[in-house]
């Protein structure tokens, strides 16, 4: 079975902040991919990458950073935290462009 | 006008009815179509994968594409308490096939 992680279920930072959320898979995926969920918006794709090093923006970008040194972990960073970035992160994998993605649990984020 | 309209509900329907759960879109490009399903508090996970029109049955679960009229839907038979959950329609056109473009998502509750 695919297993995708995520470092935190629940974390609370304050404005200003650096925020780290990590994703760590365990499938050799080649693509990995970071999404905000938020009532009402359903998922927006934040960034995704298809190779170690790669990335490319996705819909919504805007004050969010990602790494990727490692083809199983897929880093997503908010530089300075804002309350309008309080959400739901969920991050996925897939082995090809088209293929399934697999999601992992979630972290939900709050910024005060 | 977003790209996929997806009624975010409640819906509310008694053990063992039919539900119908629909999407439409905008993109005519769009030809790869899913239907995710995601519990409280979990991540989504791949219910039904279609390609381009037709029918798709697993089950009690049946996923039917009707690009002429750009309406997808996803049927549940004789549906079951562990069935709730909300339910999210996802699809991408053959070029941009990284992106999925999500639906809302529409919470569905099976009353026993």
């Known amino acids: 079975d695919v297993k995708v992680t995520q470092s935190s279920r629940y974390l609370v930072k304050r404005t200003g902040e650096k925020v780290f959320l990590e994703c760590v898979q365990d499938?050799?995926?080649?693509?990995m991919f970071w999404y905000r969920q938020d009532p009402g918006l359903g998922l927006r794709l934040i960034y995704f990458?298809?190779?170690?090093?790669?990335?490319e923006k996705g819909d919504i970008p805007e004050g969010y950073s990602v790494s990727r040194e490692k083809k199983e972990r897929f880093s997503l960073i908010l530089e300075s935290a804002s309350t309008n970035q309080t959400s739901m992160y969920l991050c996925?994998?897939?082995?090809?462009?088209?293929?399934?993605?697999?999601f992992g649990p979630g972290t939900r984020l709050t910024v005060l | 006008q977003k790209e996929v309209e997806q009624d975010p509900g409640p819906l509310s329907v008694p053990e063992g009815a039919i539900v119908s759960l629909n999407c439409t879109y905008s993109?005519?490009?769009?030809?790869?179509f899913m239907w995710y399903r995601q519990y409280s508090r979990k991540g989504p996970e791949l219910l039904m994968y279609?390609?381009?029109?037709g029918n798709k049955e697993d089950g009690r679960f049946t996923a039917q594409v009707d690009k002429s009229s750009k309406y997808i839907s996803l049927f549940i038979r004789d549906s079951q308490p562990s069935d709730s959950a909300t339910y999210l329609c996802?699809?991408?056109?053959?070029?941009?096939?990284?992106?999925?473009?999500f639906g809302q998502g529409t919470r569905l509750t099976i009353n026993p």
């Open positions: 996925a994998s897939s082995l090809t462009l088209r293929g399934t993605q697999y």
């Open positions: 279609t390609y381009s029109s």
């Open positions: 993109n005519s490009a769009f030809q790869y």
């Open positions: 990458s298809y190779d170690v090093k790669m990335k």
């Open positions: 996802a699809m991408t056109s053959f070029q941009g096939a990284q992106k999925l473009v």
């Open positions: 499938m050799d995926h080649e693509n």
